[in-house]
């Protein structure tokens, strides 16, 4: 693989993160408009976020075995392909079953976007530091989609509808799929440490300690995301009695936080590694040190001021921006290449049930009048936990014999 075709490829993945993470954006964006229309109350939006969390939550194992069946040229193209149709789908639905198919499509299809982002990225390098930084930079690119959306999609909407919006969002995403498979055509994967063909057995995957690990952290942490992803431009609208254009410039800039978190994540392995660091020394410091930052998230609350607010929201989503893409990256540095699409899968698996329990209990607890403290203390302390864990419980060394593994030794 060429120089030029490989910063080719990454750029397309870079756009595919874009519109991935505008796909299941868009609806967290348009939910005042869309309440209004439908008529929907803050448990259905809660059930409809939260069928979407686990629809993905049980497609991703699935989703790991396509990733770790399929040259990345060809699972690449469908994933995008396929979850862009069910994207699309949401621009003609009208009744809450349609809704919710619609929601359940896109959460089991965008299942795949995760697992082949991480193998994508695995075959492409060696290098830890390089691996980190390209985690890093399709990190950054999610938080460019959700930078970009609240400008574009609330526009949209109020020009042409906000079903043209949904249908738009699809028509994007088919486009790239095109894009990709012409940009691939005949490149050559190098699969490191074992052969994409090799067999490894689920039994084999699910008995491994560093998969159960890797699971928890994601269970722990995720929250944090997906319950800044969906419930931020609500608690904004709430607290300040934003209208839907008045929430662009707010969460546009706690996701330039977000692009800008994901970035140091990438590039701390290489930076701190000339202090003498290994790259595990690295990753397990800096997840620590965004555990710290996320666990004060609770006295947000108590903020009054709209950019005071927006600013501490800014930092834990940045914060949880850097410990995702070394958590990323600790599946790259421990796990063969025919491993990483399942163990990537499962962990996004728990960790989807995570974030599908805190999205479907925020609906709940609203609704019963209890307010947002219960779940911003909750995040809180859910974050301070995942680094903890991952220092107990990650092996120094993996019980892989791979040449990447030497970096852990």
């Not at 149709?85 to 809450?96: D, E, K, P, R, T």
């Not at 607010?309 to 599946?331: D, E, M, P, R």
């Not at 925020?362 to 302390?381: H, I, Q, S």
Request: aromatic share 12%; charged share 10%.
């Amino acid at each position: 693989m060429t120089k030029s075709v490989r910063t080719l490829l990454i750029l397309l993945l870079i756009a595919a993160n874009i519109l991935n993470q505008a796909d299941r954006q868009i609806i967290a964006l348009l939910k005042p408009m869309m309440e209004t229309d439908l008529g929907w109350t803050d448990s259905v939006y809660g059930t409809l976020v939260g069928a979407f969390q686990l629809a993905a939550a049980l497609a991703f194992p699935l989703a790991g075995w396509f990733v770790d069946s399929i040259e990345p040229k060809w699972a690449n193209a469908a994933a995008v392909g396929i979850w862009s149709l069910a994207a699309a789908a949401h621009g003609i639905a009208s009744s809450f079953a349609q809704f919710l198919t619609a929601r359940i499509s896109l959460g089991a299809t965008e299942a795949l976007g995760t697992p082949i982002t991480i193998k994508t990225i695995a075959v492409m390098s060696e290098d830890a530091g390089r691996r980190s930084l390209y985690l890093g930079m399709m990190g950054g690119a999610g938080a460019i989609g959700a930078i970009t959306v609240p400008f574009i999609v609330p526009n949209l909407a109020v020009a042409f509808g906000w079903r043209w919006t949904f249908v738009v969002a699809g028509a994007a995403g088919l486009a790239w799929a095109i894009a990709w498979f012409a940009a691939a055509r005949g490149v050559r994967w190098h699969w490191h440490g074992t052969e994409q063909g090799e067999p490894v057995s689920w039994r084999s995957i699910l008995e491994d300690w560093c998969t159960w690990s890797i699971s928890v952290a994601k269970v722990l942490s995720d929250q944090a995301w997906w319950f800044l992803l969906f419930w931020t431009p609500d608690y904004l609208h709430r607290s300040f009695h934003l209208s839907v254009t008045q929430l662009s410039l707010p969460v546009a800039c706690i996701f330039v936080m977000s692009s800008l978190g994901a970035l140091l994540g990438g590039v701390a392995p290489q930076t701190l590694g000339r202090l003498g660091w290994t790259v595990a020394e690295v990753r397990r410091r800096v997840m620590l040190a965004a555990g710290l930052i996320i666990a004060p998230f609770p006295f947000v609350f108590y903020v009054h001021d709209l950019w005071h607010t927006t600013a501490w929201i800014g930092v834990v989503i940045a914060a949880h921006q850097v410990f995702s893409v070394n958590l990323f990256g600790v599946i790259t540095d421990v796990m063969p290449t025919n491993r990483i699409g399942r163990v990537t899968g499962v962990g996004a698996f728990w960790g989807n049930l995570g974030g599908m329990a805190i999205v479907q209990a925020t609906g709940w607890l609203l609704t019963a009048g209890l307010g947002y403290l219960p779940m911003l203390t909750f995040v809180g302390l859910a974050y301070l936990a995942a680094p903890i864990w991952l220092r107990l419980t990650l092996p120094t060394v993996p019980p892989h014999t791979v040449p990447r593994a030497e970096a852990l030794a």
